[in-house]
């Protein structure tokens, strides 16, 4: 089992819906998680961090976090075509400083 | 606030060659992460440095190699360059205390021919 899972998509959304992003995990140790959003050729992003069981919010965004069933998820609430990137999710690796990335979810937003 | 830079963006070097890549972290942002991001394999941990130590290496053959300067720049080394190194080589910063998420420059893009 990879360390950190995602679907790779595309996930296709309309302009406004809500689009689900979904990760699961294989150490149950793991603390802290990050979403990143990378535009086509561009660096990662830093959009969320979360580090206890249940949501947080900001903004259009909203992350959940579920240890039990070692799954993070990323909504994101009237989505935008601006909003069509890679999500990718990450955790450290132990209680290393090693950051592991996800293979990302491809968002499509259709206008 | 400057954030991570990177130089240079691009590069084109043969095969054979060796290549430096150089990264100026977020100020106050001890620890320089390295990753190597393909189409095919996704962003892979090349190595972590904190306070000029290197805490964590990924799996790398020891062509790649990096160090860290007192004001906590940071260099990677690619020795006898090979096809396969082209890559988005993408460095971030952080306070390096393990649970928060690292910031990352805009990358270098190398092209080995």
């Known amino acids: 089992q990879k360390e950190v899972e995602q679907n790779s998509g595309p996930l296709s959304v309309p302009e406004g819906a809500i689009a689900s992003l979904n990760c699961t995990y294989s150490?149950?140790?793991?603390?802290?998680f990050f979403w990143y959003r990378q535009y086509s050729g561009k660096s990662p992003e830093l959009i969320m961090s979360?580090?206890?069981?249940g949501d947080k919010e900001d903004g259009r965004f909203t992350a959940q976090l579920n240890k039990a069933s070692q799954y993070v998820s990323l909504l994101i609430r009237d989505s935008q075509p601006s909003d069509s990137a890679t999500y990718l999710c990450?955790?450290?690796?132990?209680?290393?400083?090693?950051?592991?990335f996800g293979s990302g979810t491809r968002l499509l937003v259709r206008p | 606030k400057a954030g991570v830079t990177q130089t240079p963006r691009y590069l084109i070097k043969t095969r054979g060659q060796q290549v430096t890549l150089s990264c100026s972290p977020i100020?106050?942002?001890?620890?320089v992460s390295w990753y190597q991001q393909t189409p095919g394999q996704g962003l892979q941990f090349l190595f972590e440095?904190?306070?000029?130590?290197?805490?964590n290496k990924g799996n790398f053959p020891g062509r790649f190699s990096g160090r860290q300067f007192s004001n906590s720049r940071s260099e990677m080394n690619v020795s006898t360059l090979e096809l396969g190194d082209s890559a988005l080589y993408l460095c971030?910063?952080?306070?390096?205390?393990?649970?928060?998420?690292?910031?990352f420059g805009s990358g270098t893009r190398l092209t080995v021919v």
């Open positions: 971030a910063s952080s306070l390096g205390q393990g649970d928060d998420g690292y910031t």
């Open positions: 979360i580090y206890s069981n």
């Open positions: 100020s106050g942002h001890r620890s």
């Open positions: 440095y904190f306070s000029e130590t290197q805490r």
């Open positions: 990450a955790r450290p690796r132990d209680s290393s400083y090693k950051l592991i």
């Open positions: 150490d149950r140790g793991s603390q802290s």
